[in-house]
């Protein structure tokens, strides 16, 4: 009889965040590709038209396929609450903080849930979040406290972290995340470029116009290194332009300067990488990084602000710009230092792409199945 790693993939049917989607599609197809001999994967999903069709178009190989009887904003109000009607038992294994969080027997049963928290926002920057949304993760992390067998998180200092905010921390376990598998510069890249509007040789950032983000010591950093070149931001949300302009001029950078653009598909972000020059990350959240791990990935230098989490993920694939109270000069000066000369760019960027090797899908699958394990 084969041993059943069940994973619940809700963000892979009603994906209610792009880098959430991302990483539970690409950890279940490499928890088939490294599947133990006598363990198959199986998954639990939320329920929604033409569910089987989503889920084995982007997972192939599952043994099995658990349909609930909610949609999904019904499960998560279901499972926070502690009502999980006919998940059944095994070993359960959730991308995220979603999970049929409820007592069970791990020793007799060998029942097991693992749960996933890639960020601390609702902890660190609730405010610039929906009540509800804060609610949430709060109360999941509780149910996660009191069942989960384990509470996975990307970096150590993710571990610390949330070590001080839940009791339970030696159930905590790290296993970093990456970039999507196969994220390369597409072949087609300066005709993508030139398809969003952006010029070739600029300065790239990710991130909202919210505080936490930080765009505004970017900025600061741009005008002040003395950097004559063209600027863009990704990752910007609906509406958030004429804000993220705001920022922009009030650093001393002309509008005429600035690109803002949304959320981009994979190949069309491979693509805007390529033709950055250095990428800048200002942001000390206690989230996990992922436009820094596919700057790695793609070997594009990098300039971050020095955080817990950046220590954790750069080591020395970039400049760590140090935790002064001037962010923005910190990383000005940061910035000057990896643009100093051709050598100095060309040496971030061998780097960078070295750093980027140490992230995977599949070394995370592997551990994922030796963390069950060891369960």
Not at 200 to 207: D, I, K, S
Not at 247 to 276: K, N, W
Request: aromatic share 4%; proline share 5%; hydrophobic share 50%.
């Amino acid at each position: 009889m084969s041993a059943v790693l069940r994973v619940v993939l809700d963000q892979v049917v009603s994906p209610t965040d792009a880098d959430l989607a991302m990483a539970s599609r690409e950890l279940a197809r490499a928890l088939v590709a490294s599947t133990p001999s006598g363990c198959e994967v199986a998954a639990i999903v939320p329920s929604g038209a033409d569910v089987a069709g989503t889920v084995e178009g982007a997972v192939q190989g599952l043994a099995s396929l658990a349909r609930m009887p909610l949609a999904r904003r019904e499960l998560a109000a279901s499972w926070q609450l502690g009502v999980a009607p006919g998940v059944g038992g095994g070993m359960i294994h959730s991308p995220t903080l979603l999970a049929p969080l409820v007592k069970h027997d791990r020793v007799h049963d060998h029942d097991q849930t693992v749960v996933t928290l890639w960020d601390l926002d609702a902890w660190e920057r609730p405010e610039e979040l929906a009540r509800g949304a804060v609610t949430w993760h709060k109360a999941m992390l509780k149910r996660a406290v009191k069942h989960a067998d384990a509470v996975v998180v990307p970096t150590h200092a993710h571990a610390a972290r949330l070590a001080d905010i839940a009791p339970d921390g030696d159930r905590i376990r790290v296993i970093a995340g990456a970039a999507p598998a196969g994220f390369r510069v597409p072949t087609d890249e300066v005709g993508r470029r030139r398809s969003l509007g952006l010029p070739e040789g600029f300065l790239l950032v990710a991130g909202s116009a919210a505080r936490s983000a930080r765009l505004a010591d970017a900025f600061t950093a741009i005008a002040r290194a003395g950097a004559d070149l063209p600027v863009v931001v990704i990752d910007a949300r609906e509406g958030e332009e004429p804000a993220v302009l705001d920022l922009a001029a009030a650093a001393g950078l002309a509008e005429a300067r600035l690109h803002v653009r949304g959320s981009l598909e994979d190949a069309d972000r491979a693509a805007v990488l390529a033709g950055a020059v250095v990428f800048l990350a200002p942001s000390q959240a206690s989230a996990f990084p992922w436009r820094m791990v596919e700057a790695l990935t793609i070997g594009l230098p990098i300039v971050a602000a020095d955080s817990d989490v950046h220590r954790d993920v750069l080591l020395d694939g970039g400049v760590l710009a140090g935790a002064d109270d001037d962010l923005g000069e910190a990383m000005a000066a940061a910035l000057a230092q990896v643009l100093g000369s051709t050598a100095a760019v060309e040496r971030y960027t061998v780097l960078a792409g070295d750093r980027g090797r140490a992230f995977s899908w599949r070394s995370a699958a592997e551990r994922v199945w030796q963390l069950h394990a060891d369960l």
